[in-house]
Each structure stands twice: as structure tokens, then as C-alpha cells.
């Protein structure tokens, strides 16, 4: 099995999307600033690895529930009640249709990666690590897939150990993974695709590995689920994390897929509604997956915005947004590169679109800002990966990140913008 998507024979004609139609889809993709000198300026929007723009079809979906749906959902009896949850409970299968889960019990909402990886850290984790047991996570996650971690390691005395990266291009160092899987290791914890420098990491051949020892592997698909076609029965994965933000869906909302045997397994996360079957006052059983997870009264407007989401990404395509992005992202390498200062972290082989820089003398804040000044959303700092920044030597980066609305036109924008920042800044001045 191949971890590259791109070996797929896709022929180019397939990769056109048709992008202004999409962009029209997007409402604030038309907004204008005008700057302290009165030009007015497009927005550029390159900050996707933090959050995405919803298109219309994400918005009408929310105002739709909250005007001719809004009820509490599995209670009411009435209509409304009836209709909210079948449009919640219709989103789950959708959901689950999108990552190709074998059923909707494997499918848990909750408020997106962070809550996801805690759900299983806490449930999971508190129930089945023992004191001397490890976590086998990489060097470059982000916090969410870290901290949650430390929190379990520290409460159960297990130990903590780390894939590291390669400094040079970002990428995980996988040939001495015998080194770090050990006796001990009950379960590894990885990010699919990394949000500083971009890589894909090889994760079906890592599952694999680990599933021949025994070891469930859980995936932080914070940025894989909306860049990459995911298949979770192909992954093989048995926990898989991410959030409805980072996929043209609302916030709030995010997604735990886990194999229906570990939700067995574990106890609920948090107690109250809607997750009981049976209660009495000093004990209580579990309602059935996956609701024994979703205690009280869910984002029910976010999880059907996320229905949404799914069905406008499915309609254009998941691969032909995997290939626009990543033909967008070479071009957008290779225009970078001109620069002579422009340092980028993470040239790994198999990327996607988001892009860690630094141009030595500007620090990362003055360039966002100036890009900013012209309309231009990156973002600057250390993106909720300090250990990442601390190997690197460095303290934060400038970071540009696409989706499938952006145009190769914003980019050339983009490269003038950072080409005049350089002179500003002192360069290529003397
Ligand atoms: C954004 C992100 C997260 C955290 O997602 P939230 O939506 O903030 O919970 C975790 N991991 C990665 C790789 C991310 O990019």
C-alpha cells in the first residue's frame, strides 16, 4: 500500500477545479480593507491551517436548523424534536460515509481534535496505562497530541517517547522505529500531516508496523481529513481525530472516529444526559455507542453544519482537491525559492499546503503584519508546537496554509507582497 495519494493515475484535465465558481461560494472571500492610506485591498486568505472560510451551503445549513429545526435532539416528542435529530443523527452518517467507517457507532462528536484526543487519552488512556507502560508519539505534534499525553503519563507513572524529525526537511525519522518501539509501548499517537511544516507522514506503513506488535495507533487528522481523501477502514487506524473547523465547517464541532471494539472498552469521558441508559442514585449503565460518549446537549447545529461541510467537499471531490492543492503548493514552493533569503522548514516529498518560512532579519510578526497591511491573512509564532520551534532554534515562524479556494494569482500576489517586505525590512537594499 502507498502512502502518497498523488500515485493515483489521475489525468490533469480531472485536477482543473473550477475555482471562481467555488470561490463565489464563499461570501467572505469577497471581503475588502481599506488600508490607513484609503487603497482598498482583497483579502488574501493563507491562514487555513488555523481555521477555513464556510461556503454558503455551510451558513444556510446553520440558519436552516436554528429557523425550521431547533430542538433538543433523542427527547422531544414532537416535530421538531424529531426533525432535529434526525438531521444530527443524518450528519453522523455522513460523516462516517466521508472517512468510510464501517457504522455511525464508531462515529463520536465532540468539540473538535483537542476534545477527540482527551476523549481518549482520559478514557482509554486511564483505563489500560500502567505505571512503566509508553506512549510512542513523534517530535513534531502539535499540543493538542501532546499535552493530553503528558497529562495521562504523569497521572498513570508511564513514560513518554518520540519519533524525532529531521531538522533538514521536516520529516519523521522512521528507519530506527524498532528503537523506539519497545516491549512497553501500548499505543502510538502520530499526526497524519503536520501543521508547521506540512508533511505527510507515512502513516499506513507506521499502523502496520504497529498492528504486527499489537499496538493501536491513533491518528491526529487535524489537517488530513480536509486535504486528503481519508478512508479509515483502508488506514487501518483505530482511533482518528479532527475538527469541523479545518474542513469548511463551523466550530465547535469536531469528530472521534474509533474502532467500534476500543468504544466498547472504554469508559464514558464525561457523565450526565444523554449518555445514561439507566440511572439510579448511586449507580447508572450506559446508553449505546456512540452516545455513551456524548454526555449532555450537543452541538447540534454545529455537527449538522458539518453535514454540510462534508456534502459541499464530496461534491467537488476530496482527490481533486488533494491534486489542485498540491500542484498550487509546488508552484508556490518553487516562486518562495526565488528569494534568496527566504528560508522554508519542511521540504518533505510528500506535502501539502502549508508552508513555515523566515527571512532572517524580518521577524516572523513584522512579516505577517506587513503581508496583513496588505491584505494578505498568514499566521506568525509558534503554532502550538514549542518543542517543534525549540529543535528548530528558532522561536516562531511566518506561516502561509491554502485550501482549494485559493489561486495561483494570490500567490504571485503574494511572493510581490514578501518581495517588497525584503526591501523594506533592509534587504537587498546595500
Ligand atoms: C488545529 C490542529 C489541532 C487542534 O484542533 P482544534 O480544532 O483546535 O481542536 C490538532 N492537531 C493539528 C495537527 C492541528 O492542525
Redesign the pocket.
Known amino acids: 500500500m502507498s502512502d502518497n495519494v498523488l500515485e493515483k493515475e489521475i489525468s490533469v484535465s480531472d485536477v482543473i477545479l473550477e475555482v471562481k465558481r467555488i470561490r463565489n461560494d464563499f461570501p467572505i472571500l469577497s471581503e475588502r480593507f481599506s488600508s490607513e492610506t484609503g487603497t482598498v485591498k482583497s483579502l488574501v486568505y493563507f491562514d487555513n491551517?488555523a481555521t477555513t472560510q464556510k461556503p454558503r451551503a455551510v451558513l444556510d445549513a446553520l440558519q436552516n436548523y436554528y429557523q425550521h429545526q431547533n430542538a433538543n435532539v433523542h427527547r422531544a416528542i414532537h416535530k421538531l424534536g424529531e426533525r432535529a435529530t434526525f438531521a444530527y443523527e443524518n450528519s453522523r452518517k455522513k460523516v462516517a460515509q466521508f472517512i468510510n467507517s464501517r457504522s455511525t457507532r464508531e462515529i463520536v462528536f465532540t468539540r473538535?481534535?483537542?476534545?477527540a484526543i482527551n476523549l481518549v487519552a482520559h478514557s482509554w488512556g486511564r483505563k489500560f496505562i500502567k505505571p512503566g507502560d509508553e506512549i510512542l508519539l513523534s517530535e513534531m505534534e502539535?499540543h493538542?497530541?501532546l499535552i493530553p499525553w503528558q497529562l495521562l503519563a504523569k497521572d498513570r507513572g508511564a513514560l513518554l517517547r518520540f519519533i524525532p524529525f529531521s531538522k533538514s526537511n521536516g520529516t519523521l525519522q522512521m528507519a530506527n522505529l524498532n528503537h523506539f518501539i519497545t516491549e512497553k509501548t501500548r499505543l502510538i499517537s502520530v499526526?497524519h500531516m503536520s501543521?508547521v511544516f506540512g508533511t505527510i507522514n507515512p502513516v499506513r506503513g507506521l499502523i502496520q508496523k504497529a498492528h504486527e506488535r499489537g499496538i493501536p495507533v491513533l491518528l491526529?487528522a487535524?489537517?488530513a481529513v480536509p486535504h486528503l481523501p481519508t478512508d479509515v477502514q483502508e488506514l487501518d487506524c483505530d482511533f482518528l481525530a479532527f475538527?469541523g473547523?479545518?474542513m469548511c465547517g463551523p466550530t465547535g464541532i469536531?469528530v472521534l472516529y474509533a474502532k467500534e471494539k476500543f468504544l466498547e472498552d472504554m469508559d464514558p469521558y464525561q457523565g450526565g444526559g444523554e449518555m445514561i441508559s439507566s440511572v439510579w442514585l448511586d449507580k447508572a449503565t450506559w446508553n449505546e455507542l456512540p452516545h455513551k460518549f456524548e454526555a449532555g446537549t450537543p452541538n447540534i447545529a454545529g455537527a449538522i453544519g458539518l453535514g454540510a461541510a462534508v456534502d459541499y467537499l464530496s461534491d467537488i471531490g476530496m482527490e481533486k482537491i488533494t491534486l489542485y492543492e498540491q500542484k498550487l503548493t509546488t508552484y508556490a514552493l518553487s516562486r518562495m525559492q526565488e528569494i534568496t533569503e527566504m528560508k522554508i522548514f519542511g521540504l518533505a516529498p510528500f506535502r501539502g499546503g502549508v508552508i513555515s518560512f523566515y527571512m532572517g532579519k524580518i521577524h516572523p510578526h513584522d512579516m505577517a503584519q506587513y503581508l496583513d497591511s496588505e491584505g494578505i491573512a498568514v499566521r506568525a509564532g509558534h503554532h502550538c508546537a514549542q518543542p517543534v520551534m525549540r529543535k528548530l532554534g528558532i522561536l516562531a515562524t511566518t506561516r502561509a496554509s491554502f485550501y482549494f479556494y485559493n489561486t495561483y494569482e494570490e500567490i504571485d500576489f503574494f511572493i510581490e507582497i514578501v518581495k517588497k517586505a525584503r526591501e523594506f525590512f533592509g534587504y537587498g537594499t546595500q
Open positions: 491551517a473538535g481534535t483537542t476534545e502539535h493538542s497530541n499526526t501543521n491526529d487535524a489537517q475538527s473547523h479545518k469536531g
